[in-house]
């Protein structure tokens, strides 16, 4: 029997890759049971770059702006978008990634990547996706969306991992961290419309989550890869990764409220 393969992965960010150099220096199953073959970044440049670089990762800079400059339009032309996206799947081709995990990637993507890794995509999130809406959908996407949940008065929020589909941070929930509590700071703030502490506060508490859980996430989130990518099809199924919490000292246990959702 053939020897197996490491999965390959592509990395892809934005101004930061937040956990990447964390991984790439710890993690003991990079190299075995996959590899990670190139980070691509949508900006110029991101902060962790020769340090990714230093580790044997081929760092891309395929920049949305310049990309769309190049043309006469903004980064807001959705037709813009899908040529960009035409682009990074050029771009990605001679690394032949298997999946894909955006790690403070700040763009949706659009129907080539979509298409291209169905089911192949993760995301890492910075908010608790089993917060449903009155319609069903996440309570808190979007880039703001640790802002909006303290503004909203929740206590503690959460990292999720999830497959990316056309939907914004809709689609099924792997992975969820531990709960990082509110500080008290937050509801002084809103007591006193003291705007920029709330402000501050919101962004301390972001950093807190990237800093604490992204490394975790990326590890724990990529070994269920591993596992799932064994199986018939080459697609993430969450019946075949199962759905995990992660604790604060790397246990995965598996997650009750992620049970009773249907996605």
């Given amino acids: 029997m053939a020897p197996k393969m490491p ?3 592509a990395v892809l960010c934005s101004h930061r890759a937040p956990g990447l150099v964390s991984l790439l220096n710890a993690d003991a199953h990079r190299g075995t049971d996959y590899e990670i073959v190139c980070c691509l ?3 110029e440049t991101f902060a962790e770059e020769v340090r990714v670089e230093r580790r044997g990762v ?3 800079a395929h920049s949305i702006r310049a990309f769309c400059a190049a043309r006469g339009t903004s980064i807001t032309d959705l037709g813009a978008r899908v040529a960009y996206d035409t682009a990074t799947l050029d771009l990605l081709k001679p690394f032949s990634p298997d999946l894909l995990v955006l790690d403070g990637y700040l763009l949706l993507l659009t129907d080539p990547v979509l298409e291209r890794f169905d089911s ?3 995301n890492i999130h910075h908010s608790d996706l089993l917060l449903r809406n009155e319609i069903g959908g ?3 996407p979007g880039l703001r969306a640790v802002r909006d949940a303290l503004l909203a008065g929740e206590t503690e929020t959460r990292a999720t991992a999830h497959i990316v589909t056309a939907r914004l941070d809709d689609g099924p929930v ?3 961290s531990w709960p990082f509590a509110a500080p008290p700071v937050v509801a002084w703030a809103l007591a006193h419309g003291a705007t920029d ?3 501050a506060a919101a962004w301390a508490h972001q950093e807190w989550m990237l800093r604490s859980a992204w490394e975790p996430m990326l590890e724990r989130v990529l070994d269920l890869a591993v596992h799932a990518f064994d199986r018939p099809g080459r697609r993430l199924d969450p019946a075949a990764t199962g759905r995990w919490a992660l604790a604060a000292d790397g246990a995965l246990t598996p997650d009750g409220v992620m049970a009773n959702v249907e996605w």
Wanted: net charge positive; proline share 10%.
């Fill in 120 to 122: 192949r995509i993760i």
């Fill in 41 to 43: 970044s949508s900006s």
């Fill in 138 to 140: 996440p309570r808190y």
């Fill in 58 to 60: 081929p760092c891309i």
């Fill in 174 to 176: 792997l992975l969820r």
């Fill in 7 to 9: 999965l390959k992965v």
């Fill in 197 to 199: 502490v709330f402000r």
